[in-house]
């Protein structure tokens, strides 16, 4: 074999051209070796040739032959170890070509020894494959039945061959390394993805939990809301009817101790009356001053115990025919010792008599706790006003105070059981509560309009007693 111009050296020239497009053709590491092996056996025209590649611990394996190695044949078989093969070991170790001229010369290993009579080879040619000045294998060329001595050009352009070819191998087995990586990395990505996938549905499960869970939470707080709400309804409700019996007690125990030494000077007073009368007095003028107070105080107590009485009624009916004036006046009697010098009453009632169906004590309860927030809503001086009308089928009563006003925050919360902005033990904030549920029992409405420091009105409609009947 001579590379030269002559028609061995166009053949050799295909062979190699050959050999690079088959490697360029394909990444996979052992068909590389195959196309290695098969070329160089074309080329330097022998019947048989082997590559092992060397492994990080010694071990020699075998990746290719020429003819091909059986691809059933087992990974064990493959195998074998560089201390048994002396000659491989030689062009490993010294990354030089060896050559055995005549096998039934040369001292051959038993394992050496073993391949050459199973193969039946003469002459043996090493070459080993060097990349980075490490060795990573060696191409055995073999020829079977007979010798042949290779001359020194064959041998060193064989180890030129077998130099460029490291670099392919190299190639391969660098692209076998990232291609391992790239599946090792597809297969963590996948795996992760799959983790992923497990976390996001174990999430989305624990997230349709929660949100069914804060829905519950949702609607039993709504219900603890509402029961609360009237529970204190209830609990005012109780609180008012407690009060209103013993008031009721109260005041009619109170009216029968007044009454009876009223009756007696009453008694006294008309005697007196009738004494002065029948006898020819002078001063009889100065008398009667006199008489006229004594007269106008006992009509006043006996209208304030009316009023108590009126106030105080255990009478649940709401057919009663209830004369708003009259209740006005008689509450103003009540409350009149609130009321004091600093606080002016200006009354505008319409000129008819007004009259609604409903409850006289209760309407008696509504005008009172209206009443008593207007005073406490005037501190300095101040005027409260009450007008009456009718309108349409209403009757309408204002009461009007110069007060402190209700800030606009918590005007639509007045109503509320047990709101109050009295300091604690000053009120119990059930005034308004209470006003509004007796309006409703009326079929009323309750209406506030306030201005803060200028004042408040207080407006309760209550249907006329003729749209009843
Ligand atoms: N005419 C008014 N002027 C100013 N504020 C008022 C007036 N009427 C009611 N309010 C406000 O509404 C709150 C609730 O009144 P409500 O009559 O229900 O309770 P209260 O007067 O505080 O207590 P109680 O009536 O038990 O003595 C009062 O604390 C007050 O802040
Ligand atoms: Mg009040």
Redesign the pocket.
Same mark, same amino acid.
């Given at each position: 074999m001579k590379l030269n111009a002559n028609p061995q050296g166009i053949r050799e020239l295909n062979i190699l051209i050959k050999i690079s497009q088959n490697i360029i053709s394909t990444l996979q590491y052992e068909k590389v070796l195959q196309i290695i092996s098969d070329g160089m056996a074309e080329l330097f025209e022998i019947e048989s040739a082997a590559i092992y590649t060397l492994e990080e611990n010694n071990e020699l394996i075998l990746s290719a032959t020429t003819p091909p190695l059986d691809p059933n044949m087992p990974e064990s078989l493959r195998r074998a170890l560089l201390e048994n093969h002396p000659h491989v070991r030689n062009a490993i170790e010294s990354k030089k070509p060896q050559h055995i001229p005549d096998t039934g010369k040369e001292k051959l290993s038993p394992s050496e020894q073993n391949i050459v009579d199973l193969r039946h080879l003469q002459s043996l040619l090493y070459f080993p494959f060097i990349q980075e000045e490490k060795s990573i294998g060696v191409l055995i060329l073999g020829t079977c039945n007979k010798t042949r001595n290779f001359n020194k050009e064959e041998i060193s352009f064989g180890q030129t061959i077998a130099n460029q070819l490291s670099v392919a191998i190299q190639n391969t087995l660098l692209h076998a390394d990232l291609k391992r990586h790239k599946e090792n990395l597809e297969k963590l990505v996948h795996e992760k993805t799959l983790e992923l996938d497990k976390t996001i549905d174990e999430l989305k499960k624990t997230n349709k939990e929660l949100i069914s869970k804060n829905d519950i939470i949702f609607n039993q707080n709504a219900e603890l809301k509402t029961a609360l709400i009237n529970l204190r309804n209830t609990q005012a409700q109780l609180f008012q009817a407690e009060k209103m019996a013993s008031l009721g007690t109260l005041t009619a125990g109170v009216a029968h101790e007044i009454n009876n030494p009223l009756n007696f000077i009453a008694g006294a007073y008309e005697g007196l009356n009738n004494y002065l009368n029948s006898k020819c007095i002078d001063d009889k003028n100065e008398f009667s001053v006199f008489l006229g107070s004594i007269e106008k105080g006992i009509k006043r107590i006996s209208n304030t115990v009316m009023g108590l009485n009126y106030f105080s009624s255990e009478n649940n009916s709401m057919d009663e025919k209830c004369q708003i004036h009259f209740v006005i006046e008689n509450c103003l009697a009540i409350i009149n010792s609130k009321i004091n010098e600093k606080i002016e009453i200006l009354k505008e009632f319409s000129p008819d008599e007004l009259i609604v169906k409903g409850n006289i004590s209760k309407l008696h309860q509504i005008f009172l706790?209206l009443l !008593?927030? +207007?005073i406490?809503?005037i501190t300095e001086k101040g005027k409260i006003k009450i007008t009456t009308e009718r309108k349409n089928n209403w009757i309408i009563t204002e009461i009007i105070?110069t !007060? #402190? !006003? @209700?800030p606009k925050n @918590?005007i639509g919360n @007045? =109503?509320d059981p047990f709101? =109050? =902005? #009295?300091e604690a033990g000053q !009120? =119990?904030? *059930?005034? *308004? $509560?209470i006003t509004y549920n007796l309006v409703l029992e009326h079929n009323g409405k309750l209406e506030f309009e $306030?201005e803060i420091t200028k004042g408040?009105t +207080?407006r309760v409609l209550l249907p006329t007693f003729e749209k009843h009947e």
């Open positions: 706790n !008593g927030n +207007a406490e809503a105070d !007060g #402190k !006003g @209700i @918590i @007045i =109503t709101f =109050t =902005t #009295k !009120g =119990t904030g *059930l005034g *308004l $509560s $306030s408040t +207080a």
